[in-house]
């Protein structure tokens, strides 16, 4: 009679030891993507600092609005494409 409760048990514990594994391997994702979302933020506040670029990005326009998505959806790499973008004229629109 004790071994159905064993069983219980130890499928308890390999459930509970699966679902652990499986938050940190989602919570370390995680951090890598914030950091990287930061980081472009980052990157376009500095070059906007240095009058490299004219990126809006506090301002209620569209263009803020395309900012803000772009670089929450692709981090660095998002905003070096904004960057090279309005070096170049094109962006804002």
Same mark, same amino acid.
């Given at each position: 009679?004790?071994?159905?409760?064993?069983?219980?048990?130890?499928?308890?514990?390999?459930?509970?030891?699966?679902?652990?594994?499986?938050?940190?391997?989602?919570?370390? +994702?995680?951090?890598?993507? $914030?950091?990287?979302?930061?980081? @472009?933020? !980052?990157?376009?506040? &500095?070059? /906007?600092?240095? *009058? %490299?670029?004219?990126?809006?990005?506090?301002?209620?326009?569209?263009?803020?609005?395309? +900012?803000?998505?772009?670089? $929450?959806?692709?981090?660095?790499? @998002?905003? !070096?494409?904004?960057? &090279?973008? /309005?070096?170049? *004229? %094109?962006?804002?629109?």
């Amino acid at each position: 009679m004790a071994i159905p409760g064993l069983f219980v048990d130890i499928i308890l514990i390999v459930l509970a030891i699966l679902i652990a594994y499986v938050l940190y391997k989602a919570l370390k +994702t995680t951090k890598k993507l $914030a950091v990287n979302i930061i980081v @472009g933020f !980052l990157l376009i506040l &500095v070059t /906007n600092l240095l *009058g %490299l670029t004219s990126i809006p990005l506090f301002s209620l326009s569209f263009s803020s609005l395309v +900012t803000i998505i772009v670089t $929450a959806l692709t981090g660095v790499f @998002g905003a !070096l494409v904004l960057i &090279v973008l /309005n070096i170049f *004229g %094109l962006f804002p629109f």
